[in-house]
C-alpha cells in the first residue's frame, strides 16, 4: 500500500503509525507544509494520513497551506481515497465535508477514556475496538459530524471523538498512534497549553501513565488500521 501523510510541524508526526506502515511493508512518503505547500497528485496514493497540530483550522492568514489542504482533502474524499484524519486532521477532514469546527466546551489533554457509540458497531474498524478504552488527547477545538457521516465514539469532556463517511473515511480527535517520544514533543512544544482545568493533565501526569497507555493505544491502533484497511 502506498501511505501519504500531511504533516503541520515539525514534531508532529505519524510516530507508531510509521512502525505500522515498515511493519507491513508499506511505502511512505510526505509532505512536510510547514516547509511548502506542495500536495501529491492524487494518483500516488492509497490511503491519506492528516496529522494534528497546534493550528486552528481557520487560522487561514497565518497558515496559507490551510485553505490548499482542505481542497485537496475533500477531492480526496471525493475519489473515494482512504482517509484518515487525527486531531487537527479530523477537523480538517470535517471542514472539508461542511461540518462545523469550533472551539469545545473544554480542552482535552491528557490520558482520558473514550467510549464507543451505538453506530460504531456498523464501521467495522471500531467495532474491533472495546466498548471504552483509555486514549491520548491534547486538543481545544473539536468537529461536529458532517452530514451524511456517524459518530464513532465520545468523551466526558467531548461528545464528538470520532466520525466515519462512508467506508473510506475516518477522522479521530484522540490519539492512538503516540509514542513516548511524540508525546514529550507535544510537552516540549506546547507546555502553555498545561494550564489547570477539568481535563487538563499535567506534564508529570501525562508522563507518569505514558509507559503504561502508550502500548495499549498502539494495539489498538494497529486493530483500527488491519480491520479498517482489509
Known sequence: MRIHYLQHVAFEDPAFLLTWAQQHNHCVSRSRLFEATAFPELDTFDLLVVMGGPMNIY????????????????????????????CLGGQLI??????RVEPGTHKEIGWFPVKKASAAAACAAFDALPEMFDAF???????AVPDQARSLASSKACPHQAFAYGNHVLALQFHLESTIESVNNLIANCSNELAPAPWIQSAETIRSQAHAKVPLINQLAEKLLNTWLE
Not at 138 to 143: I, S
Open 94 to 99: 470535517a471542514d472539508a465535508l461542511g461540518a
Open 137 to 143: 488527547h491534547w486538543h481545544g477545538d473539536t468537529f
Open 59 to 86: 487560522e487561514y492568514e497565518n497558515y496559507s497551506w490551510l485553505k490548499p489542504e482542505r481542497e485537496f482533502i475533500r477531492r480526496a474524499i471525493d475519489l473515494r481515497k482512504h482517509i484518515l484524519g487525527i
